[in-house]
């Protein structure tokens, strides 16, 4: 019999598949398709008018007209004059009061209504309530602060009436005062949301065991509570600041002009045309903006804790 050796050959290799590489990259794709408005957007209304604002803030400005030759006279004048340098600092000095007052006064309101409130709905109407003068508008309560503030408004009748002043306070009226006191209402809400948020986050179980070790309550906000905390008073920091930083209207009604912030500078410089003048001071309230962000952004790692 005749016997016959059969070679064995191996099986031919499977294919690697591509339906994994090509779901990736279907996805890339849909991901770039959503954030592509989000990109265009920014990029038309965001990024090219600052560029366009810092290239007129060096062309040349005359009395009468504005001609697209470099120089950087606008600059000098800017840095030069001591009215544009005191607008400045009285901008950083009113940012930094405002900043002050509204963490004083919202964090005590964010603290109850995000740590001692636990019932959502309650919690929720609370957080309306605070919102409630943004129903109207800001004009409107801008200038509602005036006959509050005046000689014979509703502050000094009240003060007079209950004797603990024998004359009007005249400084609650068109001075530094009364635009910190109105910025600082405005703004306070932007302050309470952030911190409420995340005060409403902390697991009640942490709080209960460090009373059962024994900790007080100013321990416990010391080292928990604030801590913990800290992302949303970043959060309400940065709305409170960009908002207060590119002010006008609240300094022009409440200080009779008295006050000059750097937004009132482009205000009329854009006003009188002179844009190269404008665009100096808007290039200079951007990057202060910038700066001051980046800071805060330093304070907590938000994209960790939120």
């Given at each position: 019999?005749?016997?016959?050796?059969?070679?064995?050959?191996?099986?031919?290799?499977?294919?690697?598949?591509?339906?994994?590489?090509?779901?990736?990259?279907?996805?890339?794709?849909?991901?770039?398709?959503?954030?592509?408005?989000?990109?265009?957007?920014?990029?038309?209304?965001?990024?090219?008018?600052?560029?366009?604002?810092?290239?007129?803030?060096?062309?040349?400005?005359?009395?009468?007209?504005?001609e697209p030759k470099l120089t950087l006279q606008s600059?000098?004048?800017?840095?030069?004059?001591?009215?544009?340098?005191?607008?400045?600092?009285?901008?950083?000095?009113?940012?930094?009061?405002?900043?002050?007052?509204?963490?004083?006064?919202?964090?005590?309101?964010?603290?109850?209504?995000?740590?001692?409130?636990?019932?959502?709905?309650?919690?929720?109407?609370?957080?309306?309530?605070?919102?409630?003068?943004?129903?109207?508008?800001?004009?409107?309560?801008?200038?509602?602060?005036?006959?509050?503030?005046?000689?014979?408004?509703?502050?000094?009748?009240?003060?007079?009436?209950?004797?603990?002043?024998?004359?009007?306070?005249?400084?609650?009226?068109?001075?530094?005062?009364?635009?910190?006191?109105?910025?600082?209402?405005?703004?306070?809400?932007?302050?309470?949301?952030?911190?409420?948020?995340?005060?409403?986050?902390?697991?009640?179980?942490?709080?209960?065991?460090?009373?059962?070790?024994?900790?007080?309550?100013?321990?416990?906000?010391?080292?928990?509570?604030?801590?913990?905390?800290?992302?949303?008073?970043?959060?309400?920091?940065?709305?409170?600041?960009?908002?207060?930083?590119?002010?006008?209207?609240?300094?022009?009604?409440?200080?009779?002009?008295?006050?000059?912030?750097?937004?009132?500078?482009?205000?009329?410089?854009?006003?009188?045309?002179?844009?190269?003048?404008?665009?100096?001071?808007?290039?200079?309230?951007?990057?202060?903006?910038?700066?001051?962000?980046?800071?805060?952004?330093?304070?907590?790692?938000?994209?960790?804790?939120?």
């Amino acid at each position: 019999m005749d016997m016959i050796v059969g070679t064995t050959t191996a099986a031919p290799a499977e294919p690697v598949t591509k339906a994994p590489v090509e779901a990736a990259t279907a996805r890339s794709r849909t991901a770039y398709w959503l954030i592509a408005p989000g990109v265009i957007w920014m990029a038309l209304f965001l990024v090219l008018p600052i560029l366009m604002m810092i290239y007129v803030s060096f062309w040349t400005q005359t009395t009468f007209k504005i001609e697209p030759k470099l120089t950087l006279q606008s600059w000098q004048n800017f840095f030069s004059s001591d009215t544009y340098l005191s607008a400045l600092w009285t901008t950083i000095r009113i940012w930094l009061t405002v900043l002050v007052c509204t963490l004083v006064v919202g964090y005590p309101t964010a603290l109850f209504v995000g740590l001692f409130v636990r019932n959502k709905t309650l919690q929720t109407a609370l957080l309306v309530v605070c919102v409630i003068p943004f129903w109207t508008s800001f004009l409107i309560r801008v200038l509602a602060w005036r006959p509050m503030l005046g000689k014979e408004g509703g502050i000094n009748l009240v003060l007079q009436g209950l004797h603990i002043t024998t004359a009007p306070i005249e400084a609650l009226l068109f001075t530094e005062l009364s635009v910190i006191i109105g910025m600082t209402q405005i703004y306070c809400v932007f302050m309470v949301g952030p911190i409420a948020f995340m005060l409403s986050r902390i697991d009640p179980c942490i709080i209960e065991a460090a009373r059962d070790l024994g900790a007080s309550f100013w321990r416990i906000l010391r080292t928990i509570i604030i801590p913990l905390s800290m992302p949303g008073v970043v959060v309400g920091a940065i709305f409170v600041s960009v908002m207060v930083l590119g002010e006008f209207a609240t300094s022009a009604a409440l200080s009779g002009r008295k006050v000059n912030l750097l937004g009132n500078i482009i205000v009329t410089q854009v006003g009188s045309l002179k844009w190269a003048f404008a665009a100096v001071a808007g290039v200079v309230l951007t990057v202060l903006m910038g700066l001051i962000v980046a800071a805060l952004l330093r304070v907590a790692d938000l994209k960790r804790e939120l």
